[in-house]
């Protein structure tokens, strides 16, 4: 695949550009705000403002549950944002949608429902068909 150039003209490659960029902004802006939250929760706690909290075990076990898929949240946008990253790095490169396992062009339909894609839509499938579910 070294060496190949993507098959996108000037104008589809703005038009993917402005996809990126804006599905980046929604995203940074998802993190601010868990980040956000997730400052202003410990700054009660730190101060000493337990008064919100439940002692009740299943207060208890119930916030636990919310912080940790809280967690996972952020950690997907994270991941999503350093694919949106990498997209464009490859943009800026000249391969931005081509396939990373074939080096074939990636559909413009995939591109425009998921634009920072690695892969054309068979090595999708195939990869997941490799990959355990736990290891996705």
């Known amino acids: 695949m070294a ?3 993507s098959k996108l003209n000037k104008k589809e490659r703005e038009h993917y550009r402005k996809l990126l960029l804006e599905t980046r902004s929604r995203v940074v802006s998802g993190l601010d ?3 956000q939250d997730t400052l202003n929760k ?7 403002d337990l008064s919100g909290y439940s002692h009740h ?3 208890m076990a119930s916030d636990s549950y919310t ?11 994270q991941h999503l944002l350093n694919e949106i990253d990498h997209a464009l790095r ?24 998921v634009p920072y894609t ?6 999708q499938e195939e990869i997941e068909r490799e990959t355990p579910p736990g290891r996705r």
Do not use: V, W
């Not at 410990?42 to 000493?48: D, I, L, N, T, W």
């Not at 912080?67 to 946008?77: F, H, I, K, Q």
């Not at 943009?91 to 080096?103: H, K, N, P, S």
């Not at 690695?118 to 090595?123: C, E, P």
């Open 42 to 48: 410990s700054q009660r706690e730190a101060s000493g």
């Open 33 to 35: 705000h868990f980040e």
């Open 118 to 123: 690695r892969y054309s839509l068979k090595a």
């Open 3 to 5: 060496g190949k150039a």
């Open 90 to 113: 490859k943009m800026d490169e000249g391969t931005f949608g081509l396939c990373e396992r074939y080096g074939t062009p990636i559909s413009r339909a995939r591109l425009q429902a």
């Open 67 to 77: 912080s940790e898929l809280r967690m996972g949240m952020a950690e997907n946008e």
């Open 57 to 59: 075990m299943a207060d």
